[in-house]
């Protein structure tokens, strides 16, 4: 997958009715089909691939998902393709697979972010709790993320004056502080103030600076 595959993917927007869905990357065609199988029996969609690579290629997006991979495969190995989904700035909540659990391979798995390492051959329920789980995460992670990109998408409908003033609102100044530090009236902060709220959608002082703060605005900013 190119740079500008990867960003194509995540423009891709789902509804809030996507379905959930399960990758499953195995170049074991037994264990791989093993997988689906049990998926597809909880009623959830699923997609098998052969290969990291094929996995890439393919790969178009949906939200959410869960990914389940082996450790050990032709090619990329499954740690290196959580790796590459870093990379490509792809979340995504995996489960490891592996016949051969070690300290190292452990600690790489969750260091890459996977939910958890299970031993093959592991019992049915206990992969089946762990990839249920695994979609609740990546559900929690989708939902914080839309919400983030929408008040991102609010945000850049702020003049640049308008910008400055949440700023300082954020900073906990009060009209007439920020009147003197940009050298304008206070009626002139107050009509940017009220234009704020409009188009951030607030309704108090302290849902905007919970807005702000939680797409970092006051991060990089000092009075």
Known sequence: MTQNAASDVLRTSPTATTPPIVYVVDDDALARKSVLVLVQSMGMPVEGFASA????????????????TDVRMLGMSGLELQERLEFLGISMAVVVLTAHAS?????????????????????????????????????????????????LDRLARLTPKEHVVLEHIVAGLANKQIARKLDVSVRTVENHRQKIFHKMQADSVAELVKMALAIGISDDFEI
């Open 103 to 151: 300290t190292p391979t452990t600690v790489r798995a969750m260091k890459n972010g996977a939910l958890t390492l299970l031993e093959k051959p592991c019992l049915d329920d206990e992969l089946w709790e762990a990839i249920r789980l695994a979609l609740l995460a990546d559900k929690r992670n989708w939902q914080s993320e839309s919400s983030r990109e929408a008040l």
């Open 53 to 68: 690579e094929e996995f890439l290629d393919c790969y178009d997006g949906h939200r959410p998902a869960c990914l389940v």
